[in-house]
């Protein structure tokens, strides 16, 4: 069962197309990937499924209601990929104040507070957030996103800017949250992270998406397969392979023709091949190479984008608030 339908979703602002069409849908439990590089639409369209921004056309439903649905937002969790804190609360006095514009119980409250603190290892609880590593901030803003107990969860970029320690526990921490049954949708550009926990993705540039599926399928559409041959004696193509501890030659192909091909070589020379190993093209290979392409729609655009944090932030004002997880502006902001 889809959680989310998106069919011809469109944002513009002025006459730059910041998304082009998308058409896309998310699967109850499922985590799913929104890539790009900088300007391709991901948080403008992330902004638009948690209905803080407005589309310019085209239909973006969450959970059978419309994304700007006011009550659509009460089953949903949003973690910006900036996401201040008020710095002179505690964890638990900051997290108890979001419980409260969620209308959950306070009873309720406390003890999904102290569980999701538990599951995120979060120690400090009562330390002041203005005295808080940026891992345990955003540890502190996750668990917000949590308080509601929502069935939907919308990240952008969650692990930004965190070490690899704290990035390694909230990507499990990620996958821990689907397999409870959560749908989860969030963008990143550490595609490494994305390979390690998305079960689909979409790769953006441009506003529009030039590529979809699981890993696995984008990598048999896009990718390439290489063949590394090893052989006891030089034959055409290959090179010494300087790591071996034994006097052997590498040659990379392309096709398993031509792996056979260098085996009746080697036979020929006296030789023999000794390792075949098969290489993949990365996802980061794959999405270099699409980047390179340029939508023919967003090249028609004109005029410059505006960033899409920028672009968001003109429309970001919840109707019914701030219920989203999103904070009103005062002077504890942290800058």
């Keep these: 069962m889809a959680t989310i339908r998106v069919e011809g979703l469109r944002k513009t602002y002025g006459d730059f197309p910041a998304v082009v069409g998308s058409d896309f849908s998310v699967d109850t439990g499922e985590i799913f990937g929104i890539v790009g590089p900088n300007g391709a639409g991901k948080t403008t369209t992330l902004k638009m499924l948690a209905g803080l921004v407005e589309p310019t056309a085209g239909v973006a439903e969450v959970a059978g209601r419309d994304a700007g ?12 990929e900036e996401s201040p804190l008020y710095e002179d609360m505690t964890p638990r006095s900051y997290l108890g104040f979001f419980a409260d514009l969620y209308d959950v119980p306070r009873e309720a409250a406390r003890e999904r ?3 999701t603190l538990d599951r995120l290892e979060l120690e400090h609880r009562e330390r002041r957030l203005g005295d808080m590593s940026k891992g345990m901030k955003r540890k502190v803003a996750i668990a917000r996103s949590l308080v509601n107990d929502p069935d939907l969860l919308i990240y952008d970029e969650p ?8 990035t390694n526990y909230v990507l499990e921490f990620t996958r ?4 409870q049954g959560k749908t989860v949708v969030f963008s990143a550009h550490n595609l490494y992270h994305v390979e390690s926990i998305c079960d689909r993705i979409v790769i953006m540039n441009r506003g529009e998406i030039i590529a979809r599926g699981t890993v696995p399928e984008i990598r048999e559409e896009y990718g390439t397969t290489a063949y590394h041959v090893f052989t006891t004696v030089p034959v055409a193509g290959a090179e010494r392979d300087h790591r071996a501890d034994t006097e052997r030659y590498q040659a990379v192909v392309d096709d398993m023709a031509a792996v056979e091909s260098i085996r009746e070589a080697a036979a020929a020379a006296d030789g023999e091949v000794v390792d075949i190993r098969t290489r993949e093209q990365s996802l ?9 392409e340029t939508p023919p729609e967003a090249a028609a655009g004109g005029g410059r984008a505006p960033s899409e944090a920028a672009a968001g932030e003109a429309n970001a004002q919840p109707s019914d608030g701030g ?3 999103a904070e009103p502006s005062n002077g504890s902001r942290e800058q």
């Design 284 to 292: 980061e290979d794959i999405f270099l190479d699409l980047a390179d």
């Design 323 to 325: 219920r989203t997880g």
């Design 113 to 115: 507070t102290e569980s």
């Design 159 to 166: 692990a930004s800017g965190l070490d690899p320690l704290t």
């Design 176 to 179: 821990d949250l689907a397999d």
């Design 69 to 80: 649905d006011p009550e659509m937002r009460r089953d949903l969790g949003f973690l910006p």
